[in-house]
């Protein structure tokens, strides 16, 4: 049969789509362009990775292990489920995530794949090709590389360290235009293990509401707060403003590689009615998260006892206070002391290690010597600094201490009292605009 000769390619070559392409990880791409190379002498600590199960520390519960061997016991549960998930399981989270100021029911539950699913989902379902969305700075990356990869633009709102990483409210304000469709938002944050007060909520909220905008809660370490702290979630101080909460099971129990990820739709004034459509229709395309964890949900988040929360907590905080206590007094670092979540950020005054041009070169050469690894904090476009993530066992966490005040002490260089890249001034190590004073009290809460 004759072949029209237009439709012959010249070669084998396939490309990929524009989606692909757009697709855009910067941790995987600043991680990938450093040369990490440790030093042969030293066994590398990797206090760099979010996943708290990767030393073998922090058990999951048990709860969690018998829950999901009951699933499979029972076969009930091998088929595909309702895209947006088993009623039973989003009851289930429906009765965990409701207070008595936000009440919700399984009908306003998606079951999704991961956290990240949620993300995706969210986002796709808000925003058009060429609006915009409102991102923290610093922030987890996945918000950008989701809006980008569909066309959907970011502007990033910056979190204060100086006052402990609350939002700078004004110029997240100034930020909205006619096509924003969304502002993000993420409590407790990842990188900055900050955990907004009540009040900071109610502001964030009434400066929304201005503008009539729904909010992307990302309260994927809901309730992962250390003693002292309060966690309050947003919808349930939300009066007005409707609010798609992203939530599950990774960090609370432990359990990032089972994927299980919820969206929350806590609607006001009837205005996600379109949304929830939307989102039940975005479902379908992958028709809901793995079947033997939704079964296990029920039990997971009714039976798992208190003290697991609380040890995993304890824990968590007392790695917090180590890394802050000993980072504090390393010349030109400058550590704000976490609330929540399992992450620390910590500043590098960069005139006193004039070697290095950028956290990147900082944390690098840190890999080289040291055999620490903390993660850049451009990672999260935020330069000059790095963060630590603390789910490492003690002993690591103290070694990896002596290891970078070695290396503080060798490269450190005083200088004069400057201007750090993030503006705001360090002295030796000490902010001089009380950001130091800030932290200090957050230590205290935290004790
Ligand atoms: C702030 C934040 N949101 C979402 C996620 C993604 O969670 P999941 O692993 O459930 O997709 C993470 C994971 O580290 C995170 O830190």
Redesign the pocket.
Known sequence: MAVDSRKLKKSWKVSMSKMAENTFNPIRSIVDGMTLTPNPEKDMIALSI?DPTVFGNLPQPVTCEEAVQESIRKRSYNGYCPSIGYTEARQAVADYVSTPTAQVEASDVVLTS????A?EMVIACLADPGQNILIPRPG?S?YKTVAVSLGIRVKHYDLLPERSWEIDLQQMENLIDDDTAAIVV?NPS?PCGSVFSEEHIRDILSTVAKFRLPLIA?E??EHFVFSGFKYHSFASLSKDVPILACG?L?KRYLV?GW?M?WIIINDRHDALSEVRIGLSKLSTRILGPNTLVQAALPRILKDTPKFFYTETLDYIQENARIFYNALREMPGLEPVMPQGAMYMMVGIDMESYPEFKSDVEFTQRLVTEESVFCLPATCFEYPNFFRVVLTVPKEKAIEACQRIRQFCEFHFQPTSPLISGNGYSITNGKHRNGYHAVTELSTEAGK
């Open positions: 979010g991961g956290c990240s699913g993300l987890f996945l993420c990842n990302d994927i370490y599950g990774t990032p994927r990820g």
